[in-house]
């Protein structure tokens, strides 16, 4: 209320402009209150900073620091890079057996060598950048493919460090995600299916228990196509090159688990740390893969309304415990069961981000093994009981201040009165 002097000097009030726009249903506009900010607010711009912002620049500051130390992007892609153009000329891309030294050397089929072909005929300079931007591309498209909306969940993804290593390394291991979630998302198409999972078994053949699932859920069809498409395209790709490497390729792999499993994130790695040899290891790894692979037959003979899913999720836990080599950056497959799970935020999605921790190899260490093998098992494990209802992370609708309520209730007494 108002007060000034009136006629004979008699005081007369008069109601304020506020009070008047009160009286008159706020029709004219509300002065802002000032206040502290709500807690709600805080955690939207913490997400925001914390899955908004710092993603894409933790991605600009890791490309710039590796360039700026000689590193430079494609570390693993270069083997392949090189075998891409042995290939087009018609030679073996395969080192001897006895001649191997490391993982930086080139042992996919050589289906996948054809498949990268266009990116040899650039300058690798050139093509490793190209084939990082593809790989980000493709952990995106994955988890669109998956029916993701929540933005949250992208962000997550991109601060993983094994996705991370995916991109700065040229690993195709995100393509090998949006593989997975393309056979998911068409399981029943007799065309989209079976080329899909044979490329993805031409290239990796420990994803093979995908085909048990196939089996195991009646697509027969689907499955005998995959496996003709996969061993045809194997077959074509050696005939390509004159067979060179096939008679010693079997060797070649035994020789190349001897020299790297103990230092990645396998089950075989998990068992030499704890003091198994490497025979006992792997058979031990067999076991609880064959464990799995019959786990998916009983799910789905239950033929609950889950079944499907769940037998997939088991398929990919089956092809990490038949790998007796599991790099960090082969974490970044735990994208695929994560989202057909949860494809909104909740919990499971920030499990991944504990190998940061243990960054690169696991060089044997028993703490490092057992991180990384604890962390894809639970997410796989995670991944396969929906009874399991972790909290999902909401958005709050912040609410007026009690101020603005008081004057709004106010304004609909004195229109109602």
């Known amino acids: 209320m108002g007060k000034r002097a009136g006629v004979g000097g008699i005081a007369v009030f008069r109601p304020s402009e506020n009070a008047t726009a009160i009286e008159r249903g706020c029709e004219g506009e509300t002065v802002p209150l000032l206040s502290a900010p709500s807690r709600s ?39 392949l ?26 042992v996919y089929p ?24 593809v790989e980000l591309a493709a952990t995106g498209l994955t988890l669109r493919v998956l029916g993701v909306r929540d933005w949250r969940c992208y962000g997550v993804v991109l601060l ?16 090998l995600a949006l593989g997975l979630a393309v056979v998911w998302r068409y399981r029943d198409s007799r065309r989209g299916a079976p080329v899909t999972l044979a490329a993805l078994i031409a290239a990796k053949i420990f994803l093979w228990p995908l085909l048990v699932w196939l089996g195991a859920s009646r697509r027969w069809l689907i499955g005998v196509r995959a496996l003709g498409l996969a061993i045809a395209g194997l077959f074509l790709s050696w005939a390509l090159i004159g067979f060179a490497g096939l008679g010693s390729y079997l060797r070649l792999l035994d020789e190349l688990s001897r020299l790297e499993q103990w230092k990645s994130y396998s089950a075989v790695a998990l068992g030499m ?35 499907d899913r769940q037998a997939f999720v088991l398929a990919i836990a089956a092809a990490f415990f038949f790998s007796p080599i599991v790099w960090t950056h082969y974490l970044a497959l735990l994208v695929v069961p994560i989202a057909i799970t949860r494809p909104k935020l909740s919990p499971i999605w920030f499990v991944p981000l ?46 007026p201040s009690a101020p603005l309520r008081a004057e709004g209730a106010y304004a609909a007494h004195r229109r109602g009165g």
């Open 273 to 307: 740390a704890l003091g198994l040899t490497g025979g006992e290891s792997r058979a031990l790894a067999l076991a609880a893969c064959a464990l799995v692979l019959l786990a998916i037959v009983l799910v789905q003979r239950r033929g609950r309304e889950d079944a």
């Open 354 to 399: 504990a190998m940061w921790a243990s960054y690169g190899q696991s060089n044997g260490h028993f703490w490092r093994v057992a991180l990384g093998v604890s962390i894809w098992a639970v997410v796989l494990a995670a991944s396969l009981r929906p009874a399991w209802r972790f909290p999902a992370f909401r958005r709050r609708v912040a609410l």
């Open 110 to 133: 050589p289906l996948a060598a054809f498949l990268f072909a266009p990116l040899a005929a650039l300058p690798f300079a050139v093509a490793a950048p190209l084939l990082a931007v």
């Open 160 to 175: 993983w460090y094994p996705v991370l290593q995916n991109f700065l390394l040229g690993s195709i291991t995100s393509l």
């Open 41 to 79: 607010g805080l955690g939207l711009a913490a997400t925001r900073l914390f899955l908004g912002v710092l993603p894409p620049a933790l991605l600009v500051l890791l490309v710039v620091a590796r360039y700026l130390t000689g590193t430079k992007l494609g570390f693993d892609y270069k083997p």
């Open 81 to 106: 890079w090189d075998a891409s153009r042995h290939v087009l000329h018609g030679a073996s891309p395969y080192p001897r057996p006895e001649a191997l030294i490391d993982e930086h050397q080139f």
